[in-house]
C-alpha cells in the first residue's frame, strides 16, 4: 500500500478506546475481506498445454473484456476499493472511539498514532494506478486479450492462459482496491513473460531465471490446495511469480524485454 508519510499530533482525550485489529474473529466481515486478500494475491498459471479454440470463444457471457474504453469503469471500482483501507473512527455507546482498518497478512498492526495519520493522510494509491495503466497497456500490446471474469481453477484470483493468448482476473479483484489488483495483474504479467521467454506467447512457460524465494503470505498461498498438484515445473513458475510479485515495476520490464510487441 502506498501510504503517505504518517504525521503525528498529540492524541486527544477520550472516555474510553478501543482499537480493533484484524485478529481472531473481532469482526467478522473485515476478517472474510482479509480472508479473501490472500486469494487476491494467488494467481496460477493455467492453460498450459490447452486446446487452442475458436477466436471467437475468448470470452465467455461471464467474463468482461477489459478493453481501454472499459477502464474508466475499473478504475472507479478500484477507488471504491481502495477507500477501504482508509481507517475508520466508529463512536462507543456511552462515549468513547473505536478505530476499525484492514491489514494485510504480513503488515504489522498500526499503532494509535498511525491510524490518525492514515485518517488525515489518506494513501493515494497513484503508484499502483500508475502501474496498472502501463501493464494493461504492455499486455494488450503483447497480443494478450485481458478478461474480468473467473478463472478456472477454483481459489485463483488470477490465471495465464498462454494457448489461447487470454488473462483472466476474477471480478471481485477490483473491489479490493488498486494494491491488491496491481499484484495480481503483476503476476500474472511474469506469467506472460515467461511464456514470450520461450519464444512465442502462446509457447509453454520457461523460467526466466529471477529469484524464487518466496516468503510470508505467498508462501503459504503455494501449500493452499490449489496447488496441491502442481508438477514441478509449474511449481517453480508460480514460485518465480509470487517471490517478484510486489516488485510492481517489473512486470512491464519484463513483457518490454521478453514479449513482441505490436
Not at 14 to 20: F, Q, S, T, Y
Not at 126 to 151: D, K
Not at 157 to 162: L, R, T, V
Request: charged share 20%; proline share 7%; glycine share 10%.
Amino acid at each position: 500500500m502506498a501510504s503517505a508519510p504518517a504525521r503525528f499530533g498529540c492524541l486527544s482525550r477520550v472516555a474510553a478506546l478501543a482499537l480493533l485489529f484484524l485478529t481472531g474473529a473481532a469482526l467478522s466481515r473485515l476478517a472474510e475481506r482479509r480472508e479473501a486478500l490472500h486469494g487476491a494475491s494467488v494467481p496460477a498459471a493455467e492453460g498450459v498445454g490447452a486446446e487452442r479454440p475458436n477466436p471467437q470463444a475468448l470470452a465467455s457471457s461471464a467474463d468482461f473484456v477489459l478493453t481501454p474504453e472499459g477502464e474508466s469503469g475499473l478504475f472507479a471500482q478500484l477507488g471504491a476499493g481502495d477507500q477501504a483501507w482508509v481507517p475508520r473512527a466508529v463512536p462507543i455507546p456511552g462515549g468513547g472511539t473505536r478505530y476499525v482498518y484492514q491489514k494485510r497478512p504480513d503488515d504489522q498492526p498500526l499503532s494509535l498514532e498511525q491510524i490518525k495519520a492514515l485518517m488525515r493522510d489518506p494513501p493515494t494509491f497513484a503508484t499502483e494506478r500508475s502501474v496498472i495503466r502501463q501493464l494493461l497497456t504492455q499486455i494488450r500490446h503483447s497480443g494478450v486479450t485481458v478478461l474480468l471474469g473467473p478463472p478456472r481453477k477454483q481459489g485463483a484470483a488470477g490465471e495465464w492462459d498462454p494457448a489461447r493468448g487470454v488473462l483472466r482476473i476474477r471480478p471481485d479483484i477490483p473491489a479490493k482496491g488498486s494494491r491488491e489488483f496491481a499484484r495480481v495483474l503483476n503476476h500474472e504479467a511474469i506469467h506472460v513473460a515467461q511464456s514470450c521467454r520461450n519464444g512465442a506467447l502462446t509457447a509453454h512457460p520457461k523460467l526466466l531465471g529471477l529469484s524464487r524465494q518466496v516468503q510470508g503470505a505467498a508462501r503459504r498461498h503455494l501449500q493452499e490446495p490449489l496447488y496441491r498438484n502442481s508438477g514441478a515445473l509449474e511449481r517453480a513458475l508460480e514460485e518465480e511469480a509470487y517471490a517478484n510479485q510486489d516488485n510492481l515495476q517489473l512486470g512491464v520490464r519484463l513483457i518490454t524485454a521478453h514479449c513482441r510487441l505490436g
